[in-house]
């Protein structure tokens, strides 16, 4: 490695991409032990793009005949789990929760109701050959400009007391995504393994951006559902139900409901450090023009003719 950056984190390098250290062994054991069902919807993402909103938007697709109000349907005075647990929880990662070295979050993926609704931040190169080659699993890929996810990234180390160090100062921090010595790094061969995938596999892998997401909420609320197969009905639209949706998955609404502002997603890691402030285009109150030359430099080099730019 070019840089020390990786002692720091906690992270180790395996199969070309960064992982924490401690999750190693997970990671492994869902390669070698994973057995993928058709149904399965599996939402992936690099860190601080847009996971935890995802999450919340899928799971809400999934239950809605359960938590939302439509005409015809006379079970939705459920309380929303959303209200009382957090994302994380209720869609859970393969490294983090199965597979586990945190025994207090261990949930059985043999006994998921169907469809299994999980998440990963593992590249798509290092999916198991059972999903990528074998599965009709769907992927739902999320990515985020690489300026706002530094600068995201960057808080969250901050806040975070687990692997990565208070000490950071932004400039740090920019040098290693740089280098792409960062947790999953390096970015752009995440973001490229699975738009590469989305173009082979449309079927199986949708690449969604966090800015469309936030420009076209009801757009790419739509075309997701439609994705996993549950399309939005006629008469679910004219109830408002995607609405609905997205006011109940929205940044000021879920950062301030007690679960999220006081809950941990382990212990001592507080899911408050999840929300911030959602917007595009932050990193100009963090970033130097010399910084952004740099890393838009290093994104146009390694995107080249992929095909896939974000708007910088
Ligand atoms: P900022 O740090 O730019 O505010 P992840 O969930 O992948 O860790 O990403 C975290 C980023 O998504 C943070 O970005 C956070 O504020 C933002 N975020 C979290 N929940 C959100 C929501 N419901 N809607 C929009 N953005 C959200």
């Given at each position: 490695?070019?840089?020390?950056?990786?002692?720091?984190?906690?992270?180790?390098?395996?199969?070309?991409?960064?992982?924490?250290?401690?999750?190693?062994?997970?990671?492994?054991?869902?390669?070698?032990?994973?057995?993928?069902?058709?149904?399965?919807?599996?939402?992936?993402?690099?860190?601080?793009?847009?996971?935890?909103?995802?999450?919340?938007?899928?799971?809400?697709?999934?239950?809605?005949?359960?938590?939302?109000?439509?005409?015809?349907?006379?079970?939705?005075?459920?309380?929303?789990?959303?209200?009382?647990?957090?994302?994380?929880?209720?869609?859970?990662?393969?490294?983090?929760?199965?597979?586990?070295?945190?025994?207090?979050?261990?949930?059985?993926?043999?006994?998921?109701?169907?469809?299994?609704?999980?998440?990963?931040?593992?590249?798509?190169?290092?999916?198991?050959?059972?999903?990528?080659?074998?599965?009709?699993?769907?992927?739902?890929?999320?990515?985020?400009?690489?300026?706002?996810?530094?600068?995201?990234?960057?808080?969250?180390?901050?806040?975070?007391?687990?692997?990565?160090?208070?000490?950071?100062?932004?400039?740090?921090?920019?040098?290693?995504?740089?280098?792409?010595?960062?947790?999953?790094?390096?970015?752009?061969?995440?973001?490229?393994?699975?738009?590469?995938?989305?173009?082979?596999?449309?079927?199986?892998?949708?690449?969604?951006?966090?800015?469309?997401?936030?420009?076209?909420?009801?757009?790419?609320?739509?075309?997701?559902a439609k994705f996993v197969g549950l399309p939005f009905s006629q008469?679910?639209?004219?109830?408002?139900?995607?609405?609905?949706?997205?006011?109940?998955?929205?940044?000021?609404?879920?950062?301030?409901?007690?679960?999220n502002k006081y809950g941990e997603v382990?212990?001592?890691?507080?899911?408050?450090?999840?929300?911030?402030?959602?917007?595009?285009?932050?990193?100009?109150?963090?970033?130097?023009?010399?910084?952004?030359?740099?890393?838009?430099?290093?994104?146009?080099?390694?995107?080249?003719?992929?095909?896939?730019?974000?708007?910088?």
């Amino acid at each position: 490695p070019k840089s020390d950056g990786w002692k720091k984190q906690g992270i180790t390098l395996y199969q070309n991409c960064w992982f924490p250290s401690n999750l190693l062994p997970n990671v492994i054991a869902f390669q070698k032990n994973f057995k993928p069902k058709d149904e399965d919807i599996i939402m992936a993402s690099f860190p601080k793009s847009g996971t935890t909103w995802l999450k919340s938007l899928l799971f809400s697709i999934l239950n809605r005949h359960k938590y939302y109000y439509n005409n015809n349907n006379h079970n939705n005075d459920n309380e929303n789990p959303l209200l009382t647990t957090i994302s994380h929880h209720l869609v859970p990662a393969f490294e983090f929760q199965f597979y586990s070295n945190y025994p207090e979050n261990v949930h059985d993926l043999d006994t998921m109701p169907s469809p299994r609704l999980v998440a990963t931040h593992i590249p798509y190169a290092s999916l198991p050959d059972s999903i990528n080659k074998f599965s009709k699993s769907r992927i739902i890929y999320i990515s985020r400009n690489p300026l706002d996810v530094i600068v995201s990234f960057w808080h969250f180390a901050n806040g975070h007391p687990e692997r990565l160090s208070r000490e950071w100062t932004v400039e740090y921090f920019v040098d290693m995504f740089c280098k792409g010595d960062i947790t999953f790094g390096p970015y752009w061969e995440h973001v490229l393994g699975y738009w590469k995938a989305s173009l082979a596999r449309p079927e199986n892998v949708l690449f969604l951006k966090y800015e469309d997401l936030k420009k076209d909420s009801v757009g790419q609320l739509k075309k997701i559902a439609k994705f996993v197969g549950l399309p939005f009905s006629q008469e679910e639209e004219n109830d408002g139900v995607v609405e609905q949706i997205l006011e109940m998955c929205s940044l000021s609404k879920l950062k301030n409901l007690d679960v999220n502002k006081y809950g941990e997603v382990r212990p001592n890691i507080h899911n408050k450090i999840f929300f911030r402030k959602g917007q595009v285009g932050d990193w100009i109150n963090h970033l130097t023009p010399s910084m952004v030359e740099r890393v838009k430099n290093i994104i146009i080099e390694k995107l080249n003719d992929s095909g896939l730019s974000f708007k910088l």
